[in-house]
Nanobody
Framework: QVQLVESGGGSVQAGGSLRLACVAT????????MAWFRQTPGKEREGIAV????????YLADSVKDRFTISQGRAKNTVYLQMNRLKPEDTAMYYC??????????????????????WGQGTQVTVSS
């Protein structure tokens, strides 16, 4: 059974930083594409970062690329999202997602939610002004 567990969310003032972590267990493939999405009530889920745990390639959405960094831990089943210079508009529930290489359709679909079969429960990030 695949499980993705996020942690590290919380409340912070604008300009502050948080680091989210996602630990995946039960994945058949040792190397996977792992991504971060976020969602606020009434809005569609937005993909913000993705990486392949077998390489250093990563992508960040334009809305966060100058402030956020996605990285993997020493264990290939862990990814982090370092969020700096947080803004109130970053307030959202942040979700980790994973897709194994056989189901990966290419970086052109990197933020296509339907491509990701595995999701965590989310961790809330609240940024106050």
């Amino acid at each position: 059974q695949v499980q993705l567990v996020e942690s590290g969310g919380g409340s912070v003032q604008a300009g502050g930083s948080l680091r989210l972590a996602c630990v995946a267990t039960g994945l058949v493939d040792s190397l996977n594409y792992m991504a971060w999405f976020r969602q606020t009530p009434g809005k569609e889920r937005e993909g913000i970062a993705v990486l392949y745990t077998g390489m250093t390639t990563s992508y960040l959405a334009d809305s966060v690329k100058d402030r956020f960094t996605i990285s993997q831990g020493r264990a290939k089943n862990t990814v982090y999202l370092q969020m700096n210079r947080l803004k109130p508009e970053d307030t959202a529930m942040y979700y980790c997602a994973a897709v194994p290489p056989p189901l990966w359709r290419g970086y052109g679909f990197r933020f296509d939610q339907g491509m990701y079969p595995y999701w965590g429960q989310g961790t809330q990030v609240t940024v106050s002004s």
